[in-house]
């Protein structure tokens, strides 16, 4: 199959999408970005990179990071995780106050806010210096050692956090956070602000496609059972209340971000990472889901 001929046409045909939407305006550093751009990157499992537009650009990861939080999290603590969330679609937006008083503190799933604020609570609770363990954790799964944390993004989300301290403070009341607040919150808004390009980003999702060989990277060691398992979280709970949609028009595990990243993998074939800061209303990127959704129709290749 020629993936590149494939890459080209579909980062064509979005070309009338790139007007519609809007970057994240209420992340004010993430306002700033050029809204019109748009890249696409497919990394196949015998090692070939196909890309198109801006691959090189690094944009913030945002909430496809929480992929690779969950990663680690699991990896410390195996099942016993999942006393503290559930693994269920939200059904609702990925900062919603409302489901968690309703649920009593315990996030549907590690993918919303409230769960990945569970989720760095526990990275907390483990790691003398959690912020410098993840980030090595990202460098070593993406082969590159310059990624980093963008603090000015960082202190531009913890500026208007006031939803995220909400759920925090909710989630302490009813004993889902056991470290200081305010630590959990630095961290998690530091581990949404990484930036990478889209490369660098399907290389680091390629371990997720290709769970037959060993998933090891420093301190995080997962089974090929795990990293199936967190496929089958992304598959169902990776686009917030637009999960069913993403299922039905592309059909991978993937994870969004409101940086404008998307990235999803096809077991045992790729790994691939599209970008285009314009969001719909659900929060994910207009362009980038109209590209994986071309790529499987014209691939023909999904889990289904």
């Known amino acids: 199959m020629n993936y590149q001929q494939i890459i080209d046409r579909i980062y064509q045909a979005v070309e009338p999408l790139m007007g519609k939407g809007r970057q994240a305006t209420y992340i004010p550093a993430l306002a700033e970005v ?3 751009q748009r890249a696409v990157c497919l990394q196949a499992i015998d090692g070939q990179q196909f890309t198109a537009g801006e691959a090189d650009t690094r944009f913030s990861l945002q909430s496809i990071s929480k992929v690779f939080s969950l990663a680690m999290a699991l990896s410390l603590e195996g099942d016993q995780l999942w006393n503290r969330m559930g693994r269920e679609p939200s059904g609702t937006a990925f900062n919603s106050l409302f489901q968690l008083e309703v649920e009593h503190g315990i996030p549907r799933n590690p993918f919303i806010n409230a769960g990945a604020i ?9 790691l003398p210096h959690p912020e410098e363990s993840f980030i090595r954790f990202i460098r070593a799964i993406s082969l590159c050692n310059d990624i980093d944390y963008n603090p000015v993004v960082a ?3 913890r500026s208007q956090g006031y939803l995220n301290a909400a759920i925090a403070n909710l989630l302490r009341y009813h004993n889902n956070i056991t470290n200081d607040i305010e630590r959990v919150l630095r961290f998690y808004f530091l581990m949404c602000s ?55 028009f592309v059909g991978l ?6 940086g404008g990243g998307i990235a999803a993998v096809c077991p045992q074939r790729y790994s691939v990472a599209v970008w285009s800061p314009r969001l719909n209303t659900k929060g994910n990127s207009v362009a980038g889901m109209k590209m994986l959704e071309l790529l499987t129709t014209e691939t023909e290749e999904s889990i289904f």
């Open 34 to 36: 050029d809204p019109d």
């Open 118 to 126: 569970v989720v760095s609570d526990i990275l907390v609770s483990h």
């Open 253 to 258: 595990p993937g994870k969004s971000g409101v």
């Open 155 to 157: 202190d531009s989300e």
């Open 194 to 248: 990484i930036e990478m390009n889209c490369r660098q980003l399907a290389q680091a999702f390629l371990p997720f496609a290709s769970h037959h060989k060993p998933f090891t990277y420093g301190q995080v060691s997962l089974t090929s059972s795990q990293v199936k398992r967190i496929n089958a979280i992304m598959q169902t709970c990776g686009f917030y209340d637009e999960a069913g949609d993403f299922s039905y």
